[in-house]
T-cell receptor
Framework: SQQGEEDPQALSIQEGENATMNCSYK?????LQWYRQNSGRGLVHLIL?????REKHSGRLRVTLDTSKKSSSLLITASRAADTASYFC?????????????FGQGTILTVHP | NAGVTQTPKFQVLKTGQSMTLQCAQD?????MYWYRQDPGMGLRLIYY?????TTDKGEVPNGYNVSRLNKREFSLRLESAAPSQTSVYFC??????WGGGNNEQFFGPGTRLTVL
């Protein structure tokens, strides 16, 4: 079963606008990660936030985590056409999970020039 | 430094045929994973190997077998392919280990498999 559910399923914006994607999950986690997938390619790791962190930044990316609501959001600021891709959240339950990740279904982001 | 490589990139099989998907990583990672990606389903874990010499089932293991040949290589075998196994297959690796390590995963480019 899919641990993460992402919202929206698809997002279309203009260059320069901000894009926000949300992820909800069901069970407790050790960390949550975001990945990007360009069309026809493998996934690329973007950022990891641990369960004891509330916010993390990396360049134009800002991730928040609310463990009480079991949710996370990914904000991409000042978007570019090159940001067009699918974005996935993935959760790590920790403990005996052997580093396994459970992926959400993804948000398809289209940034129009 | 090639990262994670997968072969073949594309494959068409007939129902009942067998094949092996190859995966290799050059990052000295402990853990390796096989996923399948279907439209609207995200990635689902088929099998994983937490360390050399160990393998275990993931969420959707039926119809597949794996071999962790050595620390670098992790292969996925379809013994008797079925149309339901038409999918894109991704191999990934991470530095996860008991007591530490980073479980950020690095992905290969994928194998696009069609079973007729």
């Amino acid at each position: 079963s899919q641990q993460g559910e992402e919202d929206p399923q698809a997002l279309s914006i203009q260059e320069g606008e901000n894009a926000t994607m949300n992820c909800s999950y069901k069970t407790s986690i050790n960390n949550l990660q975001w990945y990007r997938q360009n069309s026809g390619r493998g996934l690329v790791h973007l950022i990891l936030i641990r369960s004891n962190e509330r916010e993390k930044h990396s360049g134009r990316l800002r991730v928040t985590l609310d463990t009480s609501k079991k949710s996370s959001s990914l904000l991409i600021t000042a978007s570019r056409a090159a940001d067009t891709a699918s974005y996935f959240c993935a959760t790590d339950a920790g403990g005996t999970s052997y580093g396994k990740l459970t992926f959400g279904q993804g948000t398809i982001l289209t940034v129009h020039p | 430094n090639a990262g994670v490589t997968q072969t073949p990139k594309f494959q068409v099989l007939k129902t009942g045929q067998s094949m092996t998907l190859q995966c290799a990583q050059d990052m000295n990672h402990n853990s390796m994973y096989w996923y399948r990606q279907d439209p609207g389903m995200g990635l689902r874990l088929i099998y994983y190997s937490a360390s050399e010499g160990t393998t275990d089932k993931g969420e959707v293991p039926n119809g597949y077998n794996v071999s962790r040949l050595n620390k670098r290589e992790f292969s996925l075998r379809l013994e008797s392919a079925a149309p339901s196994q038409t999918s894109v297959y991704f191999c990934a690796s991470s530095d996860w280990a008991w007591g530490g390590g980073n479980n950020e995963q690095f992905f290969g480019p994928g194998t696009r498999l069609t079973v007729l």
